[in-house]
């Protein structure tokens, strides 16, 4: 296996560890049921939308600086 794909499982391990003993944990701890079991879900449900705005900001920033623009502005 090279390095790469060692790297990938050992994520994706890790992931999955997470994931069910933070559902277990949920369950045990706080009796919860469907949703509710996934640990931090806030945070998983807003994980799209916080990489769509890194990349519109990433975006931006390149194009401003392709358009020339100074960077500061007078206000």
Not at 13 to 29: Q, R, S, T
Request: glycine content about 10%.
């Amino acid at each position: 296996m090279s390095g790469i794909s060692i790297f990938f499982t050992i994520v994706f391990v890790l992931l999955a560890v997470y994931f069910v003993g933070g559902a277990i944990y949920n369950y045990k701890m706080y009796n919860a049921r469907g949703l509710d079991l996934i640990p931090h879900r806030e945070f998983w449900f807003d994980l799209p939308y916080l990489i769509r705005e890194l990349f519109g900001h990433i975006v931006d920033s390149v194009m401003s600086r392709r358009r020339g623009s100074g960077g500061y502005v007078a206000v």
